[in-house]
Structures are given as structure tokens and as C-alpha cells.
């Protein structure tokens, strides 16, 4: 037995009794396509020497059908009979089969069970091992024969099934395409054969075979078919015979058939006998399937490197199974805080990316160059703090400036007017000030509160994205952890709201009009109603004129805006018009100062307040909170247990790898040329 098969076969044994997909390894096979009532089955039969494949009208193929055939050096005892061949079947377990018969009768009861009464399909494969002496080893998959019209209780689309499903098959690369086309139809009608040409276009790897050849006419168009000249496929064209009725009534051995089948091309084809028949079939597919293997034996190292690759960090990110309950409790909560304390100061764990110049001159990043010389530094979570700084600066500085200072300062002169009473006040007066900038600061109330508000998602978003990261294996305990987190953070939102509101109540308790910023803006608003400068000799005149009515008082510190204000009230030729004109600028300009100098003054609280009921809260006191909350008896039981789904990817994981390992083995050893056992 020729090693490189006897690897392929192994290699599908390791993976079928695994239970395990060979969808990513995509191992090499032969597969059989055909309509139905080509003989498909009649051409397996043969291959394997046995009458086992189940009969009659329609689709009797529902299910792929894995058939690994073994050769086995000599006879074994099984039930106390020797016996020269024998099934096992992947769903029955040990149980061995000797009686054709009984595996025709387990393939139909097993596709019922699976497929049901109404002639459906289904993907999933049968998979029988053949063992016997006078089999070569050699792996065929047969797939439901491809039909045109649905007869009986067909479902109305089952030719689209069919066809769906052969495809899926036969468009692998590492499949061999069997098409089997039926020698008394016309070879430009074959379905196998035009759905092969779809996937393999060059042919290269597709095999033709004619059944029923001695139904055809024996003229220069069949020999024109038997020849090769007709089709255009790479791996070649043979020509078999079927059983006729007659023979598979009488049950006429197979060994009998391949006897008659040899006469008969030797006596109507003999310049081409020695390329037909079954046993060349035969010899060819193991010569087509060892060929193929060593070309792909390389691809096939490659892929298995990967899985093994994509496995191990399948398991590195599910870890173990928790051994000490209470411990995975303590590190799973300091965890969690920690990564959330993390993400929001900006303390990371960088990975370090190699940067290809060149590639990265093309707008691309590899990250595996060797020839690169820029480091890149990538950080391995999300920047919460980051977000918080955009929260800062869009709903604080943003939000806030937005807001129009004079906004419902359109009409002050008339304000001011109307809380003049009876004669004009010698100076602004401080009331109609008082209340217009109060009106103005309660403009803050709503936007610091939606500050606080945002920043609370915020954190509130990052405790749900840490949460998911650090106890992705324990689901209930993740929403316990973020319902606690969350409630501790509504609590200190709520603190931090109040605390906002009073600060602003602060603020309007008393109006400053001494403030150091505010003072100094009188003096620049004084600039813009100075009078011109006087002539000297007018100078003297008022200067004496105001001697007269000299007077001695106590030494005071004059308010600015009291001597602005006098500057102007009391000069000359000033209208009651211009006055009220002046005092209406004057007001606004300081209206809109003094709701500047609050403005800043929040801008730089809201975020300490954030960082102090929210950020360093968290950071200092919600791990003993979570612990005090989850660190019982009964919580631990409850909470610190794996999801079924995590359960399951580890085990899945764990025996797709000691399928892989033993994989690597049998192809290195085939690689190094060492013998399969």
C-alpha cells in the first residue's frame, strides 16, 4: 500500500472520528458527479468489489456519502467468522458490519432519519470506512445524482439543492472531479460533465467516465468518445459497463462482471481495451490521487499550521477552566477595575507595529516587515480618557461658548427706563443689573447638567466595553458587575449634578461687582466714554469754579464706575437721549462681561467635578464595593461559571488541535518519507 495513500487515508481518519470539519484543511478527494440513472452507483460498486449501495426509482443518494476504503493484508475474525471484508460506520460507533445487505439497509435507515420520508436532502455525509483485502486504499465521495424535474414528492426546488450541494463540493481545489456521463446519451447533454466545466474550466482536474459503453454503437463516434477526442478533460476519459438488470437480479458476482467487461472492450475496442474498464479506473484514481496529494502536500502543511495557529489562540483567549472559584472572583473584579482605570487615565499595554515604509507610502500597513524601520505603537484598548477630553471639550467649552451672551439684551433702555421711577436714577442702577444677569446665568443651568449627563455615558459606555473584555467567559457575572458599576455611577452622576446646580446657585447668591477681571473691564468701557481733552485755560476755569465748593470727607476708595459715571453725567451738553443711549451700551458691555467671567469660571469646574465624583470614585473605591457586593459563598457558586458557549469552544478548540498535531505528524512523516502505521 502506497504510503502517500495510506497517509490521505489516515489523515481522513484522524479527522472523521474526531468528529471534527475539514472545511478549513480542504483534504484532497475524489468526487463522484452524475445524473441520475448514469450508473454512479454501479461504478463505486465495482471500485470497491461489493454490492452495498441501496437501489430504485429517484433520488436514492440524499446524503454525501464519505466511503474510505481500507486494504487490509489479510482476513479477520469477527464473530467467529473469518472474514476477508467488513464496514464501520462513524455514527454506529465499533459496531462492525459483514453482511452487505445490513449496510444497504443502516445507509437507508440512516439517511431517513436524517433526511426524512419526503425524498429531501440534507449536507450532512455519511461516513463509512470499507475494509478488505481486495480494495485498494482510496477515499470517493458520492453526492446525490443531479435531476432536472421533481418526480413524486420532490420538493418543487430540488434541482437547485442538488445542484448547490455538488457544487459545494467539487469548487475545492483539492477535489477530484469523477464525472460520470451515461455512453447512450449524447456526451453534449451530460450534466456532470457541464457542471465540472463551470468549476475546473481547464480541466485539470476532472477525470470523464462513460458508462453503459456496451449500449453504445460501436461506430467512429463512440471510438471518436473512448479515444478522449470529444472531451476536453486533463486526467482522461475510460469507458466501463454496467450491470443490466438481469445481473443485478441474479446477484451475478461483481468479480464476473469485470471479467465480461474486459472481453468486451478487448473484442470491440482493442486498440484502447488496455485504457478502459474498471481495474484501469481503478489504477488510475490512486495514481491521479497520490500525484495530486504530493503537489499539495506543501499547501496542506501550511493549512494545518494555521489552524493550529488560529486554535491555540482560541484557547489562550477562553484560558483555563477556573480550578479555585473564590481566587478567579478577586482577580476577575481587580481585573476589571483596573482595565477601567486604565482606559480612562490612558495608561495602556502597547503592542509594538512594524511599519513598511514602502507599503506604507501605498497607503497600507504591514505589520510583519521585516525591513521596516518605523515603530508604530498601538494601543490594545479604546482611550476612555480620550473620549472624556472630546466630552470636555465639545459639551464644555463648545456647548457653553455657543450660547449668546446677549441674548434678551435687545431692549435695555427701555428696561431701564421703566425701573427709573419718577426721576432718573443718578447712576445704573444695581437692580435692573442684579436681575438681567441672573436671567442670563440661568441660561448655564441646562447645558452643565447635559456636561454631566454626557460624561455619564461616557464611562457609563467603557464600564460596558471593559466588562465585556474582562468577563466574557462569565456572563453572569458581567451583569452583575455593570449593574453595580453602573448604580455606583448613577449615584455620583446624581452627587455631581447637585453639586453642579449649587455652584451655579453660588454663583447667583452674589452678583461681584469688585471682582478683579470684572474691575478691569470698567476701565477699558471707561475709555470708550471719555470726553476730549479740554484746553488748559477750560481747565482752570472749572478747576477754580470747583474750589468754591470745596469740602473735607473721609478718604474712600472711588468705585470706577461711579467715576466713570460721573464723568458723564455731569458734563456738558449731555441729552437725556444720549444719556439713556450710554447707559443702555454701558450695561450691556458689562452684562456680557460678567457673564464671561461666570462662563469661564464653569468651564473649568465641570470637568474637575467630573474627574472627581466620577473618574477618581471609581478608580479608588468601586473594587471594594464589587467585592463587598460579590464575595460570598453563594454568589461565587452562582456567578464564577463559564458560559455553555465558552464551554464548548474550549473543547471544540482542544481535540481540533490534537486532530491538527496528529495531522502535522502524518504529514511530516510522509514529507520525510517514514512509513504510516
Known amino acids: 500500500m502506497d504510503r502517500f495513500l495510506a497517509t490521505l487515508n489516515k489523515l481522513q481518519d484522524v479527522f472523521t472520528t474526531a468528529g471534527v470539519s475539514t472545511k478549513e484543511i480542504d483534504l484532497p478527494q475524489i468526487v463522484v458527479v452524475g445524473s441520475q440513472s448514469t450508473g454512479k452507483s454501479s461504478v463505486l460498486e465495482n471500485i470497491a468489489k461489493q454490492n452495498f449501495l441501496p437501489r430504485g426509482m429517484g433520488i436514492v443518494t440524499r446524503r454525501p456519502l464519505v466511503l474510505q476504503m481500507i486494504q487490509v493484508p489479510s482476513k479477520q475474525v469477527i464473530s467467529g467468522k473469518a472474514c476477508d471484508t467488513w464496514a464501520q460506520f462513524l455514527h454506529k460507533g465499533d459496531t462492525l458490519y459483514t453482511s452487505m445487505s445490513a449496510i444497504q439497509q443502516e445507509i437507508i435507515d440512516d439517511t431517513n432519519r436524517v433526511c426524512g420520508m419526503n425524498k429531501g436532502i440534507k449536507d450532512d455525509p455519511i461516513h463509512l470506512k470499507l475494509y478488505s483485502t481486495k480494495i485498494p486504499s482510496l477515499t470517493l465521495v458520492d453526492l446525490p445524482g443531479l435531476t432536472k424535474i421533481p418526480v413524486g414528492d420532490q420538493p418543487r426546488d430540488i434541482d437547485q439543492k442538488i445542484e448547490r450541494q455538488v457544487r459545494s463540493f467539487i469548487v475545492k481545489e483539492n477535489s477530484i472531479i469523477l464525472a460520470v456521463s451515461a455512453g447512450n446519451v449524447d456526451i453534449a447533454n451530460s450534466d456532470s460533465l457541464k457542471l465540472a466545466k463551470e468549476v475546473d474550466p481547464t480541466g485539470s482536474r476532472t477525470i470523464a467516465v462513460i458508462t453503459k459503453c456496451d449500449l453504445m454503437e460501436n461506430n467512429e463516434e463512440s471510438n471518436a468518445l473512448l479515444n478522449g477526442t470529444s472531451v476536453d478533460v486533463k486526467l482522461g476519459l475510460i469507458g466501463v459497463i454496467n450491470r443490466n438488470n438481469k445481473q443485478l437480479s441474479e446477484k451475478t458476482p461483481i468479480d464476473k462482471i469485470l471479467a465480461i467487461e474486459e472481453d468486451y472492450f478487448l473484442s470491440n475496442y482493442p486498440g484502447i481495451a488496455d485504457r478502459m474498464g474498471t481495474e484501469y479506473l481503478t489504477s488510475q484514481l490512486c495514481d491521479i490521487l497520490i500525484s495530486h496529494l504530493k ?3 506543501p499547501i496542506l502543511a501550511e493549512k494545518i499550521a494555521a489552524q493550529q495557529v488560529h486554535h491555540r489562540e482560541i484557547l489562550k483567549d477562553v484560558g483555563h477552566e477556573p480550578t479555585d472559584p473564590n481566587q478567579a472572583m478577586i482577580m476577575l473584579l481587580s481585573g476589571f477595575t483596573e482595565s477601567l482605570s486604565k482606559s480612562i487615565e490612558g495608561k495602556y499595554t502597547y503592542t509594538v507595529m512594524r511599519t513598511d515604509p514602502k507599503a506604507r507610502s501605498r497607503g497600507t500597513r504591514n505589520s510583519l516587515s521585516k525591513t521596516g524601520n518605523e515603530v508604530e505603537l498601538i494601543p490594545e484598548t479604546t482611550s476612555v480618557g ?40 443718578l447712576f445704573i442702577p444695581d437692580g435692573v443689573f442684579n436681575t438681567l444677569i441672573l436671567k442670563q446665568l440661568d441660561m448655564f443651568d441646562q447645558p452643565a447638567e447635559h456636561a454631566v449627563t454626557k460624561a455619564h455615558q461616557c464611562i457609563a459606555e467603557a464600564i460596558d466595553h471593559v466588562a465585556a473584555k474582562a468577563m466574557a467567559k462569565y456572563p453572569k457575572l458581567e451583569v452583575e458587575v455593570v449593574n453595580i458599576a453602573k448604580e455606583f455611577l448613577s449615584k455620583q452622576s446624581l452627587q455631581a449634578k447637585e453639586f453642579v446646580a449649587e455652584y451655579l446657585q453660588i454663583e447667583k447668591s452674589y452678583i461681584n461687582t469688585n471682582h478683579p477681571e470684572f474691575v478691569e473691564r470698567y476701565q477699558v468701557a471707561a475709555a470708550l466714554f471719555a470726553e476730549p481733552e479740554q484746553d488748559p485755560e477750560k481747565q482752570s476755569q472749572q478747576a477754580a469754579t470747583q474750589s468754591n465748593f470745596t469740602y473735607h470727607q473721609p478718604a474712600v476708595k472711588e468705585n470706577p464706575l461711579d467715576k466713570l459715571m460721573t464723568k458723564y453725567l455731569y458734563g456738558e451738553d449731555v441729552t437725556s437721549e444720549e444719556r439713556a443711549n450710554k447707559e443702555a451700551e454701558l450695561m450691556e458691555k458689562l452684562l456680557i462681561h460678567y457673564f464671561c467671567i461666570v462662563r469661564a469660571h464653569l468651564v473649568d469646574m465641570i470637568p474637575k467635578i467630573v474627574m472627581k465624583y466620577f473618574v477618581r470614585k471609581l478608580c479608588s473605591e468601586l473594587n471594594s464595593i464589587l467585592i463587598k457586593s460579590l464575595y460570598t459563598e453563594e454568589k461565587i457558586t452562582e456567578l464564577v461559571q463559564e458560559s455553555d458557549r465558552v464551554v464548548r469552544k474550549r473543547k471544540a478548540s482542544s481535540k481540533m488541535m490534537k486532530v491538527l498535531l496528529e495531522a502535522e505528524k502524518l504529514v511530516t512523516d510522509i514529507a520525510v518519507g517514514r512509513n504510516v502505521h
Not at 401 to 408: L, Q, V
Request: hydrophobic content about 35%; glycine content about 2%.
Open 295 to 297: 503537489k499539495c502536500l
Open 386 to 425: 480620550a473620549e472624556l477630553f472630546t466630552v470636555f471639550q465639545e459639551e464644555c467649552t463648545r456647548r457653553l461658548s455657543m450660547i449668546p451672551a446677549d441674548r434678551n439684551l435687545s431692549n435695555l433702555k427701555k428696561v431701564i427706563r421703566k425701573t427709573s421711577g419718577v426721576q432718573p436714577a
